[in-house]
């Protein structure tokens, strides 16, 4: 039920900022090839008792081509693909719902509620965070300012394994969820 999980996921959104980063291998499953006739889209199976083999080429190959459906030729038409009714509903539903908890407490609670739920974590430097691949670097220099290049530089290799890992495990949502939120923690300054 889209408009059931894209009220949730606007809320937990708004509750957590971080789920944000789910919204890349939700939306690459709201796409037609993943749904059976029954309207439920095809995820692995997560019970033990049914092993199912390692996905095929194919389907990794489909979970890359979902996004990059534009080709030369059609560029409009294959914009069609890749920006279908469920994900365009997906999008502005939890979209509105999460601006709609965000403005009502902002109107309650003024900067203090957006510096603290939202804009903190711009800002942030944990020197105590030592799951991170930075941990050692900030606790050594957590007292000097960082440049904003710094950290412009800490974040494109979070992005980039955030990507691998969603074109790589999109097709299973638990497991792909598992390991961004790993990879989120340990590449997280």
Same mark, same amino acid.
Request: glycine letters at 4%; proline letters at 5%; one cysteine or more.
């Given at each position: 039920?889209?408009?059931?999980?894209?009220?949730?996921?606007?809320?937990?959104?708004?509750?957590?900022?971080?789920?944000?980063?789910?919204?890349?291998?939700?939306?690459?499953?709201?796409?037609?090839?993943?749904?059976?006739?029954?309207?439920?889209?095809?995820?692995?199976?997560?019970?033990?008792?049914?092993?199912?083999?390692?996905?095929?080429?194919?389907?990794?190959?489909?979970?890359?081509?979902?996004?990059?459906?534009?080709?030369?030729?059609?560029?409009?038409?294959?914009?069609?693909?890749?920006?279908?009714?469920?994900?365009?509903? %997906? /999008?502005?539903?939890?979209?509105?719902? $999460? *601006?709609?908890? =965000?403005?009502? +407490?902002?109107?309650?609670?003024?900067?203090?509620?957006?510096?603290?739920?939202?804009?903190?974590?711009?800002?942030?430097?944990?020197?105590?965070?030592?799951?991170?691949?930075?941990?050692?670097?900030?606790?050594?220099?957590?007292?000097?300012?960082?440049?904003?290049?710094?950290?412009?530089?800490?974040?494109?290799?979070?992005?980039?394994?955030?990507?691998?890992?969603?074109?790589? %495990? /999109?097709?299973?949502?638990?497991?792909? $969820? *598992?390991?961004? =939120?790993?990879? +989120?923690?340990?590449?997280?300054?």
């Amino acid at each position: 039920n889209i408009l059931q999980a894209a009220f949730w996921y606007g809320l937990v959104v708004h509750f957590r900022i971080y789920p944000i980063i789910y919204s890349l291998p939700i939306l690459i499953i709201l796409d037609s090839e993943y749904h059976q006739p029954g309207g439920k889209p095809l995820l692995n199976i997560w019970e033990v008792w049914q092993q199912k083999p390692q996905s095929s080429l194919k389907e990794k190959n489909m979970i890359f081509s979902s996004l990059c459906k534009i080709t030369v030729t059609s560029g409009w038409s294959s914009m069609g693909n890749i920006l279908n009714r469920q994900r365009i509903l %997906f /999008a502005l539903l939890s979209g509105a719902i $999460f *601006f709609f908890w =965000t403005g009502l +407490f902002f109107h309650l609670y003024g900067w203090d509620f957006l510096n603290e739920a939202l804009l903190y974590h711009l800002t942030r430097t944990d020197p105590r965070h030592n799951f991170s691949i930075y941990f050692y670097h900030i606790y050594l220099h957590h007292q000097h300012p960082f440049l904003v290049l710094e950290k412009l530089i800490s974040f494109i290799p979070q992005l980039a394994v955030q990507l691998v890992l969603v074109f790589t %495990f /999109a097709n299973d949502l638990p497991f792909c $969820f *598992f390991v961004q =939120t790993v990879a +989120f923690v340990a590449f997280n300054k």
